[in-house]
């Protein structure tokens, strides 16, 4: 089958979407397809590059009216798998086309190893693809979903190329009606049902699962924008709050990084501590104090050496990582030195946008 190399090196490279869910079952292949079948009635060339519809009646029907590329066969240990046609989908040349299961690793003799390289070649030829998987598959929640579901996920998708996705739709339903579906037969046979509700599915599980799908894509929604704002930077988004805890005096690091680490857990934010010097010759006994506490309260540690004023200093490191709550401890300026250098709290809040600065009062011990 020849491909026309020097067309598919020359065209734009095509958009990735995915549609991710929690759990198998969710509705992931059925969205692609009728957003397919939608594609089709707005005149888009969009073919079935693999669908698995496992079964599943309501998937099944959506299948009709699109067109199908044919799978590839091939051979091995004496057995014949069908896998994804990766050059005749080239050859056919379509607007987009849609490639269900993307974790999926291919048998061996495939052109790819993996299913998520076969899209790349795709997306790089200039196709749009649309694509399903779910949260398991990630890899850098491998070790979370080991521990929520005691499953070790062996075919996983690098997060690197998820966040190549162009959109990310996530289809989610509550993990009641997904055992509803299970038990009605409507996600495995039914010789596999009450084994997957007394482990996989169970509503434990399912809600974890759900709770950290809607984390991951929240994240990677968040880190989209930043990355696409760049040099235009007006503020945080605020999608994915980023707590900044600014250390400076040993007697109060602790109280600080300890009140900082309860709203970042209320709130389910990244935690950093920032200790600013403004000598070149760094207390390094303080240093590995801090840090100690960074470990303790699994926090980001932030050193900025600078002759700059404090305030500036943190104004540019809370830029820098898109904070958006700022922790500090009470001013012990007095006020002709507030009017001299200025109050660093009103320097952040000039000087930024979208955060929310706190500042901790003194605890005063009674004697």
């Given at each position: 089958?020849?491909?026309?190399?020097?067309?598919?090196?020359?065209?734009?490279?095509?958009?990735?979407?995915?549609?991710?869910?929690?759990?198998?079952?969710?509705?992931?292949?059925?969205?692609?397809?009728?957003?397919?079948?939608?594609?089709?009635?707005?005149?888009?060339?969009?073919?079935?590059?693999?669908?698995?519809?496992?079964?599943?009646?309501?998937?099944?029907?959506?299948?009709?009216?699109?067109?199908?590329?044919?799978?590839?066969?091939?051979?091995?240990?004496?057995?014949?798998?069908?896998?994804?046609?990766?050059?005749?989908?080239?050859?056919?040349?379509?607007?987009?086309?849609?490639?269900?299961?993307?974790?999926?690793?291919?048998?061996?003799?495939?052109?790819?190893?993996?299913?998520?390289?076969?899209?790349?070649?795709?997306?790089?030829?200039?196709?749009?693809?649309?694509?399903?998987?779910?949260?398991?598959?990630?890899?850098?929640?491998?070790?979370?979903?080991?521990?929520?579901?005691?499953?070790?996920?062996?075919?996983?998708?690098?997060?690197?190329?998820?966040?190549?996705?162009?959109?990310?739709?996530?289809?989610?339903?509550?993990?009641?009606?997904?055992?509803?579906?299970?038990?009605?037969?409507?996600?495995?046979?039914?010789?596999?049902?009450?084994?997957?509700?007394?482990?996989?599915?169970?509503?434990?599980?399912?809600?974890?699962?759900?709770?950290?799908?809607?984390?991951?894509?929240?994240?990677?929604?968040?880190?989209?924008?930043?990355?696409?704002?760049?040099?235009?930077?007006?503020?945080?988004?605020?999608?994915?709050?980023?707590?900044?805890?600014?250390?400076?005096?040993?007697?109060t690091a602790e109280r600080l990084v300890r009140r900082?680490?309860?709203?970042?857990?209320?709130?389910?934010?990244?935690?950093?501590?920032?200790?600013?010097?403004?000598?070149?010759?760094?207390?390094?006994?303080?240093?590995?104090?801090?840090?100690?506490?960074?470990?303790?309260?699994?926090?980001?540690?932030?050193?900025?050496?600078?002759?700059?004023?404090?305030?500036?200093?943190?104004?540019?490191?809370?830029?820098?990582?898109?904070?958006?709550?700022?922790?500090?401890?009470?001013?012990?300026?007095?006020?002709?030195?507030?009017?001299?250098?200025?109050?660093?709290?009103?320097?952040?809040?000039?000087?930024?946008?979208?955060?929310?600065?706190?500042?901790?009062?003194?605890?005063?011990?009674?004697?």
């Amino acid at each position: 089958m020849k491909i026309n190399e020097e067309a598919v090196s020359n065209s734009k490279r095509g958009r990735l979407t995915l549609y991710i869910g929690a759990a198998p079952g969710v509705g992931k292949t059925y969205k692609m397809l009728i957003d397919a079948k939608q594609m089709l009635e707005e005149n888009v060339d969009v073919v079935i590059g693999l669908i698995e519809t496992h079964g599943r009646m309501e998937t099944e029907a959506q299948l009709s009216g699109l067109e199908q590329v044919a799978l590839q066969t091939v051979h091995y240990k004496g057995r014949s798998y069908q896998e994804l046609h990766v050059d005749a989908i080239l050859l056919r040349q379509p607007k987009v086309v849609l490639i269900d299961e993307l974790a999926h690793t291919n048998i061996p003799g495939s052109k790819h190893a993996k299913r998520y390289q076969d899209v790349t070649e795709l997306l790089d030829a200039g196709i749009d693809v649309l694509a399903a998987v779910n949260i398991q598959h990630l890899e850098s929640v491998y070790d979370i979903v080991q521990n929520i579901t005691n499953v070790r996920v062996n075919e996983r998708v690098p997060d690197l190329f998820i966040q190549t996705a162009d959109e990310i739709q996530l289809i989610d339903t509550t993990p009641e009606t997904l055992q509803k579906r299970l038990r009605e037969g409507k996600i495995y046979p039914a010789e596999r049902i009450e084994k997957s509700l007394l482990h996989y599915f169970k509503l434990t599980n399912l809600s974890a699962l759900r709770e950290l799908a809607l984390r991951e894509i929240a994240d990677e929604v968040d880190e989209k924008l930043e990355r696409q704002s760049g040099a235009d930077f007006k503020g945080p988004i605020g999608v994915h709050e980023k707590i900044l805890i600014c250390v400076q005096h040993l007697n109060t690091a602790e109280r600080l990084v300890r009140r900082g680490y309860r709203m970042a857990n209320r709130l389910r934010a990244e935690l950093y501590v920032l200790h600013i010097s403004c000598s070149k010759e760094t207390d390094e006994e303080k240093i590995t104090y801090i840090r100690g506490l960074c470990a303790k309260f699994n926090a980001h540690f932030l050193l900025k050496i600078t002759n700059k004023r404090v305030a500036h200093a943190i104004v540019a490191e809370a830029k820098k990582y898109y904070i958006t709550q700022v922790l500090l401890g009470q001013s012990a300026r007095t006020r002709w030195e507030e009017i001299w250098k200025g109050s660093i709290v009103n320097t952040i809040m000039r000087q930024t946008r979208n955060i929310d600065v706190h500042v901790v009062a003194d605890q005063q011990l009674n004697r």
